[in-house]
């Protein structure tokens, strides 16, 4: 699976790709920064950062766009921006037909280093070693799109589990309704003989 | 001059188109919410306001849009959502080369009816009134949305004679800074006499 990793911004947007291959390895096939300068018109900064995302979905075909999902605990112009951006680049896959899937940084944290609490350096360091890359990606913004992408590859199988478990069990709930169902007619018509 | 009024929200959007006429007529050329299920998946949501917004734009060619600048003041979880629209409202335009202004809900609110802090019922009896509509625009986002045009629309000459103003103040002062130096220059050749 081909999955592009996005961490949303207005001045830096990460972007990341990946792919998943035989057993657990996993090859970088590009990561990056989207940039727009800070002294541009908003509406112009989010059209360019529309064109640079759409550029990596083009050029690069991911089966399904993972994105940041922002909260608003930082500084309020701030994730004003990010969540913008965010919605463009669902907007973007959207149009795309490719699925979108939005994940917490803390899962992220916790999907790659094994600790929701992790910091930027640990991430960046993780990344480094999961992917088998020479070199850290830089800025932490790429790091970070790698590591939603890498997220996404790892919790997208156990969700798909969750998902069939679910179904083998409301399939089972239907199939013990229905045997008490029977049973209590049964019971009803042997009841009446009874009487 | 024409313009539509963008009240962003996921579950309701509302958008309201307004043209200037002559003296301090203003006609509301048309209203309406673009709604999106709660049950739908995000990225769809998205895709759906942005096909009923740009649907507006091309049938009503506006020659600016004007859009709520959002807060995170309100719940977490709405924000998100709001911020999210109203960045691909503001690409939609961007796209279409149109200027997109943000206005904030007390600029709005002050525009329309002298009071930052007016409440929903305020605005749906000055917007009725100043539009001359036989009835008030409900829900309270398609009234929003036509606060939204007139406040851009009664806010913009005003901005443009402010920068008209400091314009002019700039130009006086270099010529005042320019005849000070004239004079500061005559007083020393005059001065050197004088010794």
Redesign the interface.
């Known amino acids: 699976m081909r999955v592009l990793g996005v961490d949303p911004g207005l001045t830096r947007c990460g972007v990341g790709v990946i792919e998943s291959g035989r057993a657990r390895e996993i090859a970088c096939l590009g990561v990056g920064v989207v940039r727009t300068p800070s002294t541009d018109?908003?509406?112009?900064r989010?059209?360019a950062v529309?064109e640079g995302v759409e550029g990596w979905m083009d050029a690069h075909r991911p089966e399904v766009v993972a994105v940041e999902r922002?909260?608003?605990q930082q500084n309020?112009r701030t994730?004003?921006g990010t969540?913008?951006?965010?919605?463009?680049v669902?907007?973007a896959?959207?149009?795309r037909d490719l699925?979108?899937a939005?994940h917490t940084p803390s899962a992220v944290k916790a999907a790659i280093s094994g600790s929701g609490r992790a910091d930027k350096r640990q991430v960046t360091t993780m990344i480094t070693k999961i992917l088998g890359l020479e070199s850290p990606p830089k800025p932490a913004d790429a790091a970070d799109a790698l590591a939603l992408a890498v997220c996404h590859l790892w919790r997208a199988p156990m969700s798909d589990r969750i998902a069939e478990a679910e179904a083998k069990a409301a399939q089972l709930a239907r199939n013990h309704r229905a045997r008490l169902a029977d049973a209590a007619r049964e019971r009803g018509s042997t009841g009446g003989q009874q009487r």
């Open positions: 018109e908003l509406a112009d989010l059209m529309a922002v909260f608003s309020v994730v004003m969540a913008q951006v965010s919605g463009i669902a907007l896959a959207a149009r699925p979108v939005f």
